[in-house]
């Protein structure tokens, strides 16, 4: 590599035309290429330009709560329309981020679109394909028939995916949106280019946005914490090579995540001993990770999302069962202890850390044994949200890969409060609502359909609903209840607080008293699923 290719972030900026379509390696806080991205909100605020981009983020826009990633973007007149997998989220207490403005204001045309359909879009990109043809999406919010992904009024006039008729079968077909500028982010670069990733928690998409830009015409910039001399850098390490790289800006302050300058346990060059992991406290999410370890068998594979269902892992570390179940993450960490808040996405002690297209690969043929997320809304047809709320949207991040995982995903358990805002009390082998909660979660009909009961029963899908006071299974008649918290009345505390008819099993069991005392509850894994 000529040494001319390492520029500052204001050269590389200035790269960018107006109407580009940019491609962003990010999620959330984790290997955002922060320092180039304000660079081009800074030249976009002295000269203006560039203007009316197309930006592509596959996983993550920004951190959970705007402070870095595409915030610095969302100038009114820089971007023209943003695809991405998930938006920065926060606290009712913290401001909008100023993206959302954007997107709330109908400034800008926005799009939530599945994290793996984005990455399998810049493959084929890559390839000269013309699109992405897949049944990830039907029956929810990615549906035509429904939102098509348009998150306002000037999206939902440009559509981006129509559903078309294929061998007999129904599928959605999303056209190829092919970036001229790919920015991703690595630790190191040599002079020829070559980038390795050996202090980064992920690899994410690197490698197939640079790709796609690079057949397309385009550029690709990268943004490193180092450069070291050609040679360097053994070639099993080079994720990216430089044949695929123009640029080179140097950052020697980038952070593995928006609060983690850095952890070589999360770049697994080092194992930590389980002890140095904290327990989740007790207290009613306890409850609920507990009662969704309960159903996980030994020696299987779990997809893990965000919220309550995160902390699973916890339990069966505080249960001395770690390592008889393999997590898998998204954003490619397989195996490990998965972490929390800022740095969900990461694992230390990983087995394995994959591509992020290739980990949605897996997802999408629901390749894993179960996946255990979280919920927003559920109603009567079973229908889950997590993409959307009411007149303050910016309270959520989107869909992420929750459509890739939920498609053909054998088994998932869905984590969350019955109501929300309830002050609980756990203690003693029982429940007790000390205030029950205002906001009602199972509803007649939920706002965003992030996925389908109807497409599930089709389908064959286990599922069940997991939450502290109750636990039901999704039926052909409906949502049926199966267990009931210690404590807890079924007509007041249940049945009166759900805006349809619950079925009630016969059968009706109480939940394990173990799951509401303060120790741990000698959790033996199930043998198999049918138990």
């Given at each position: ?443 007649q009909a939920v706002e965003h359909v992030t996925f389908s009961g ?73 043998r198999t699923y049918g138990e």
């Open positions: 590599m000529n040494r001319t290719r390492v520029v500052s972030a204001q050269d590389a900026a200035a790269m960018l035309r107006d109407g580009d379509v940019v491609t962003v390696c990010s999620s959330s806080g984790l290997n955002c290429p922060d320092k180039v991205l304000a660079a081009i909100g800074e030249r976009f605020a002295l000269e203006g330009h560039p203007r009316d981009l197309t930006m592509l983020h596959p996983i993550a826009a920004g951190d959970l709560y705007g402070i870095r990633g595409i915030d610095h973007l969302a100038r009114p007149g820089l971007i023209g329309r943003v695809l991405a997998g998930s938006y920065p989220s926060g606290p009712s207490s913290l401001p909008m981020p100023d993206i959302w403005r954007l997107i709330v204001d109908d400034a800008i045309a926005a799009y939530n679109v599945p994290s793996g359909i984005l990455f399998d879009m810049h493959r084929d990109a890559a390839a000269r394909r013309p699109g992405v043809l897949t049944k990830v999406g039907l029956g929810t919010f990615v549906d035509p028939d429904l939102q098509g992904c348009a998150m306002n009024p000037r999206a939902a006039a440009h559509p981006i995916v129509e559903k078309v008729r294929f061998a007999g079968d129904e599928w959605l077909f999303f056209p190829v949106i092919a970036p001229r500028v790919a920015i991703i982010r690595a630790t190191t670069a040599d002079e020829r280019g070559n980038l390795s990733f050996e202090h980064e928690a992920a690899f994410l998409g690197a490698l197939d946005q640079a790709l796609a830009a690079r057949n397309s015409g385009g550029v690709v910039i990268a943004q490193v914490k180092r450069t070291v001399r050609a040679g360097s850098i053994k070639p099993q390490q080079v994720h990216v090579p430089g044949i695929l790289v123009d640029r080179i800006v140097v950052d020697p302050a980038q952070w593995q995540t928006t609060q983690t300058p850095y952890d070589p346990a999360m770049s697994g060059e080092i194992v930590q001993p389980e002890d140095a992991f904290e327990l989740q406290p007790w207290g009613p999410e306890k409850v609920i990770a507990r009662r969704a370890a309960l159903q996980l068998v030994g020696g299987t594979v779990a997809n893990l999302g965000f919220g309550i269902a995160a902390n699973v892992p916890r339990i069966l570390l505080e249960e001395g069962l770690h390592g008889q179940v393999t997590w898998a993450i998204e954003q490619g960490a397989v195996g490990g202890i998965p972490l929390l808040g800022f740095g969900f996405g990461c694992a230390s002690n990983a087995d394995a850390i994959v591509p992020s297209p290739n980990q949605f690969t897996y997802f999408q043929g629901g390749g894993f044994d179960v996946a255990l997320l979280s919920f927003l809304q559920i109603d009567a047809r079973g229908n889950v949200n997590v993409s959307k709320l009411g007149a303050r949207p910016y309270l959520t991040a989107g869909c992420g890969g929750f459509v890739d995982i939920t498609t053909h995903a054998r088994r998932i358990l869905f984590c969350g409060y019955f109501t929300a805002g309830a002050k609980l009390e756990a203690g003693g082998g029982r429940l007790t609502i000390v205030e029950e909660g205002k906001g009602r979660k199972l509803v109807d497409m599930a029963r089709r389908r064959g899908q286990q599922i069940t609903y997991v939450t502290e006071r109750c636990v039901f299974d999704l039926t052909e008649c409906g949502l049926t209840l199966r267990e009931i918290a210690p404590g807890i009345d079924l007509q007041r505390d249940v049945l009166d607080l759900a805006d349809f008819a619950l079925e009630v099993d016969p059968g009706l069991k109480v939940m394990d008293a173990r799951l509401f005392s303060d120790a741990p509850m000698g959790l033996e894994l199930r």
